[in-house]
């Protein structure tokens, strides 16, 4: 999280707990309300949680010099919320859903549907078989051996 090499390690365990509850919930929250697949969590643990890691922040080192050098703003709420839109809403979620439209209206950003049901690892799982039913004519053959 942001700010963990500032805070004392009560702060940094609260922070963890807090933050932790909130990205459980929201990465849930999302996937039921928007309808987007999240298979690995990915988003949730890195970008939920950076959101509210930086904003958390903002609360818990209210205050604190954000540079060793002396002219620069310090740690502050407001701060940390217009540094989390711009990196998180502005530089990261503008581009890849750009990105995205410019992939679907391609049509490069989804797999064909028959190809979903059977599955990307169709081919692997043939040869998956194929190598199951040579290991079990082995292991047969060693049997009947004995």
Same mark, same amino acid.
Not at 2 to 20: E, F, K
Not at 40 to 64: D, K, M, R, T
Not at 123 to 143: C, G, L, P, Q, T
């Given at each position: 999280?942001?700010?963990?090499?500032?805070?004392?390690?009560?702060?940094?365990? &609260?922070? $963890?707990?807090?933050? *932790?509850?909130? =990205?459980?919930?929201?990465?849930?929250?999302?996937?039921?309300?928007?309808? #987007?697949?999240?298979?690995?969590?990915?988003?949730? =643990?890195?970008?939920?949680?950076?959101?509210?890691?930086? #904003?958390?922040?903002?609360? *818990?080192?209210?205050?604190? /010099?954000?540079? /060793?050098?002396?002219?620069?703003?310090?740690?502050?709420? &407001?701060?940390?919320?217009?540094?989390?839109?711009?990196?998180?809403?502005?530089?990261?979620?503008? /581009?890849?859903?750009?990105?995205?439209?410019?992939?679907?209206?391609?049509?490069?950003?989804? #797999?064909?549907?028959?190809?979903?049901?059977?599955?990307?690892?169709?081919?692997?799982?043939? $040869?998956?078989?194929?190598?199951?039913?040579?290991? #079990?004519?082995?292991?047969?053959? $060693?049997?009947?051996?004995?």
């Amino acid at each position: 999280s942001a700010g963990n090499d500032l805070y004392h390690p009560i702060q940094a365990m &609260l922070v $963890a707990a807090i933050g *932790v509850v909130i =990205v459980y919930r929201l990465h849930f929250w999302v996937e039921r309300k928007f309808k #987007i697949d999240d298979a690995v969590g990915a988003v949730a =643990v890195h970008g939920y949680s950076g959101v509210v890691g930086l #904003i958390i922040a903002g609360f *818990v080192l209210w205050g604190a /010099p954000s540079s /060793p050098y002396d002219g620069y703003a310090t740690v502050n709420p &407001l701060g940390q919320l217009i540094g989390a839109v711009i990196m998180f809403g502005l530089l990261g979620f503008l /581009p890849g859903w750009a990105l995205a439209k410019i992939q679907q209206a391609a049509g490069v950003l989804r #797999i064909p549907r028959d190809v979903e049901l059977q599955g990307l690892d169709f081919s692997e799982n043939k $040869a998956f078989e194929a190598a199951k039913s040579d290991v #079990i004519a082995a292991e047969k053959a $060693a049997v009947a051996q004995k």
